[in-house]
């Protein structure tokens, strides 16, 4: 299993394939969660149902690939388990059948949910990816390792495409062997290394201690490619003109609502008012997701009307909220990877997933690199 910062192994010559044509990262709200794991930035707020203003096949008809200029990446995730939203089963069909490639990420435990997925016509699976978070001690702890692993296998024979996640928290440290060898031998994967962020109005700070054997054991033990990506990115003020807004955008599943970043994106609104104490922050907040602030628009409330592509400019962030934003050349002169050889393996996603996902954003104009991994 290669573990170094570029997945080689049968690797085309010429990277890049038919991008997406606009990225669009959007929050499923709710909180509810079938895991309680400790690190769990939702805390107190666990289990709150999410709501929707819109019905399923509304939400469908907005996204059509017109409004976008043609299929674009949709990422989407919420603050509990994916999976459990009620309407994920019918909203993806309807997704995928747009010609849209669709990620989500799941702890990998809703069984019935993703035999649905499996279901689907092969044209569709290929275009599906799960990243697959690995909350390894909750899981152990419930004696779910085997659902986890079984469901991965599930996916893989279905043609759907997956990856392997672990958020790097302290009280992973000395399961890390552990972790790495249940891997291999269920699945024949890494865990991709992520680092651990806390959120505030500012954005985003890396939590978690940090030292050179932290580093050195995680590059021993995991897919390290996105660790080190995180690294060079996380802690430093972009400068530079972000295309996020005109390439991408955030939207709000329950509300509709999209900002050019991630600011009303749908993660719900009681972290905003639990983040801030400051009765003047969250009244800011409010407004946000009414549609004020930083909201551009809502793109449910008119399927017809155009949805505003605007650049957000300078990041008003104290770095980037999330580095794997970058891979899809948000900041052109930030020379990273592609998304696919940041974060997959070949033989762990379709052609069609790692063709579209190994290219930058149409018209972004900036090259996929051929090389070795670009320094930033």
């Known amino acids: 299993m290669d573990k170094g910062p570029r997945d080689t192994k049968n690797m085309d010559k010429e990277p890049g394939g038919m991008g997406p044509s606009k990225i669009v990262w959007a929050g499923i709200p709710g909180s509810i969660c079938n895991l309680d794991c400790a690190y769990c930035y939702v805390g107190s707020h666990k289990g709150k149902k999410g709501e929707f203003a819109y019905p399923v096949d509304h939400m469908i008809r907005c996204f059509e690939p017109a409004r976008f200029g043609g299929p674009i990446f949709f990422g989407a995730a919420s603050s509990g388990e994916t999976l459990l939203w009620e309407g994920i089963i019918d909203f993806t069909h309807g997704m995928l059948s747009h010609g849209h490639v669709v990620s989500y990420t799941t702890n990998m435990t809703l069984t019935p949910v993703i035999r649905k997925f499996c279901d689907f016509p092969p044209d569709l699976r290929s275009r599906l990816e799960l990243d697959a978070s690995l909350h390894y001690l909750e899981l152990k702890q419930k004696k779910a390792l085997d659902i986890y692993f079984d469901n991965l296998r599930m996916l893989k024979s279905a043609g759907i495409s997956i990856a392997l996640f672990l958020c790097i928290s302290d009280a992973y440290l000395p399961y890390l062997r552990e972790i790495s060898e249940r891997c291999r031998e269920e699945i024949g994967l890494l865990p991709v290394a992520g680092m651990t962020r806390r959120y505030d109005k500012q954005g985003a700070i890396t939590s978690g201690s940090y030292s050179p054997e932290k580093d050195a054991l995680v590059k021993e033990t995991c897919d390290f490619r996105q660790w080190e990506l995180q690294k060079r990115i996380y802690g430093q003020k ?111 996603v379709s052609q069609e997933v790692w063709n579209f996902m190994d290219s930058r954003v149409k018209g972004c104009g900036v090259p996929v690199p051929k090389g070795e991994l670009i320094s930033a």
């Not at 939207?251 to 905003?272: A, F, R």
């Not at 930083?294 to 650049?311: H, L, M, Q, V």
């Not at 990041?315 to 696919?340: K, M, N, Q």
Request: include cysteine; hydrophobic fraction near 35%.
């Open 238 to 348: 972009r400068t530079e003109i972000c295309h996020a807004g005109e390439y991408s955008i955030n939207v709000d599943l329950g509300s509709g609502s999209y900002s050019k970043c991630w600011g009303n994106s749908g993660w719900p609104g009681w972290w905003w008012k639990w983040l801030s104490p400051f009765q003047v922050y969250d009244q800011a907040m409010r407004k946000l997701r009414n549609g004020q602030g930083w909201a551009t628009g809502n793109i449910f409330a008119d399927p017809e009307s155009p949805i505003r592509f605007e650049p957000i400019g300078t990041c008003p962030f104290r770095d980037c909220v999330c580095a794997s934003y970058l891979c899809w050349g948000l900041i052109p002169e930030l020379a990273v990877d592609t998304h696919s050889r940041s974060f997959f393996t070949r033989d762990s």
